[in-house]
């Protein structure tokens, strides 16, 4: 396990280790990691990275457990209408945009509303997500993120800014990564890493 905060080498150690190097872009894993040890509101060992450098066709949200150094879930994911039609490359933490938002967020509580089973974010970061909630950004199951889509459409379906999963997964990675664990939205966005307090600073955050 990682001794040192946001060791290179270390990171890049626990990415083989984990047999990641077939399954999740090392630059997005290593961003990710950069964060978890920085964040100290986490209360859970599990980080859930959504890599949108992939197409939506592609499994792209990946459920990690650090201490077990297992990969638990992966899984097909949208994006939000206005960030992209296959590919995800505009991004926004406006009310109204219909767009996704980088960046970490903590994962709270579980509710049912319309779109079922579903789970609330906190946006970690300054004005790059921390709209989240007043924007009703959170994770759930839908029909349109269902691997059907893509056959009759050649990409999944889109949300208002939410990151939505397969019906017959939702449940299950909501139930995994519910109550205080930090989910990562990455993107080869320069705006983003120049932008964020985390990657900015490199400091501790509370």
Avoid at 107 to 127: A, D, V
Avoid at 140 to 145: C, F, V, W
């Amino acid at each position: 396990m990682l001794q040192k905060l946001n060791a290179d080498s270390d990171i890049e150690r626990l990415y083989y280790e984990m047999n990641l190097n077939k399954t999740i872009n090392y630059s997005a894993f290593e961003q990710a990691m950069k964060g978890y040890y920085q964040i100290k509101k986490k209360k859970k060992e599990i980080l859930t990275l959504i890599d949108f450098s992939k197409p939506s066709t592609e499994e792209r949200l990946f459920v990690l457990d650090i201490k077990a150094q297992k990969l638990l879930h992966s899984s097909l994911v949208s994006h939000g209408k206005n960030s992209g039609g296959l590919y995800a490359t505009s991004f926004s933490n406006r009310n109204g945009s219909f767009q996704s938002s980088l960046g970490f967020y903590l994962t709270e509580n579980t509710y049912t509303g319309k779109n079922g089973y579903s789970l609330i974010l906190e946006g970690l970061e300054k004005g790059i997500n921390d709209k989240a909630k007043e924007r009703a950004i959170v994770v759930h199951g839908a029909p349109y993120s269902n691997p059907s889509v893509i056959a009759s459409s050649g990409r999944l379906g889109r949300s208002l800014g939410c990151p939505a999963l397969p019906e017959n997964v939702s449940r299950e990675i909501i139930n995994t990564i519910k109550g205080g664990s930090l989910l990562f939205i990455y993107a080869k966005d320069k705006k983003y890493l120049s932008q964020s307090p985390i990657f900015r600073n490199r400091k501790p955050v509370a």
